[in-house]
């Protein structure tokens, strides 16, 4: 989903080619932001209701090939989303217990982050610390089977303790780099802190409601992203100028680097030429 929210930017890819999601950061963040909630809140749905591998398994090849609709023959994107396909007709064919699910994402996460402490300790701690809350919540909820008034109360506000921490990651890779693909990661570490407040029950339908409801308004902020010109006076479109001089012959040129208004992508012109 977020491979495909990036294409539908419409923006290109690169240092001068992102500029257009930059100016736009703040609304290109809520997107992804919606994006992400409503993934989540759909595999929740999906696991604990059942009965929802086609949909999901359809949900996850519309996004592989839409990738190659907006940017092209995207073999990762469709590769992507046939996996995708395979595990939610694997996975969300019958319903699932609270429980059950939940100590699998745990068990999970407990494995990564065992593997990162042997092959990258200094990374390890990104999936531990948030295990540490969930383990917690995990013990105070009786892996979210006992539900007494306070203790909801108790494993919401773990989960925002430890979420305000991975989010503040999730912000700083999105500032970082254009991968948001990675994003994905953040997503998963959020599911270990939330699993027991949206996990489904299998009679329940409107949580599948709400999480297409959600993911339909990330793509919309999305589109937003796409069509609204993000330049103005007091924000004015980025130019890269440069000037080279020949050394041996004394020739010397000037180019400019500017998006096109149709593809957002930076193409060269030369305004000057000249020979000294």
Not at 36 to 51: E, T
Not at 157 to 169: C, E, I
Not at 217 to 229: E, K, M, Q, S, T
Request: positive net charge.
């Amino acid at each position: 989903m977020f491979m495909l929210a990036r294409r539908v930017t419409g923006a290109g890819f690169g240092f001068y080619d992102q500029a257009k999601l930059l100016a736009n950061v703040h609304l290109w963040e809520v997107a992804l932001l919606g994006v992400g909630i409503g993934a989540l809140l759909y595999a929740a749905a999906a696991v604990g209701r059942g009965r929802m591998r086609l949909a999901a398994a359809g949900l996850a090849l519309l996004a592989g090939v839409l990738c190659t609709a907006f940017s092209g023959w995207n073999l990762i994107g469709l590769g992507i989303g046939g996996a995708g396909a395979v595990v939610a007709l694997l996975a969300f064919g019958r319903p699932a217990g609270v429980a059950g699910t939940w100590t699998g994402i745990l068990g999970l996460a407990f494995l990564a982050a065992l593997v990162l402490q042997v092959v990258a300790p200094t990374a390890a701690f990104l999936i531990a610390w948030p295990l540490a809350f969930a383990a917690l919540a995990g013990a105070v909820s009786a892996m979210g089977t006992w539900r007494p008034v306070a203790v909801p109360i108790v494993v919401a506000l773990l989960a925002a303790l430890a979420l305000q921490w991975v989010l503040s990651f999730a912000h700083g890779v999105f500032i970082g780099i254009d991968l948001v693909e990675i994003q994905a990661l953040f997503v998963w570490l959020s599911a270990l802190l939330l699993w027991p407040l949206i996990h489904a029950d299998p009679e329940e339908t409107r949580p599948r409601t709400v999480a297409l409801i959600v993911l339909a308004v990330g793509f919309a902020f999305v589109g937003l992203v796409r069509v609204i010109p993000p330049w103005s006076a007091r924000h004015p479109q980025p130019a890269i100028i440069t000037y080279v001089v020949q050394g041996a012959t004394g020739q010397s040129s000037a180019s400019a680097w500017r998006p096109t208004p149709r593809t957002g992508r930076a193409v060269c012109s030369r305004p000057t030429a000249a020979t000294s």
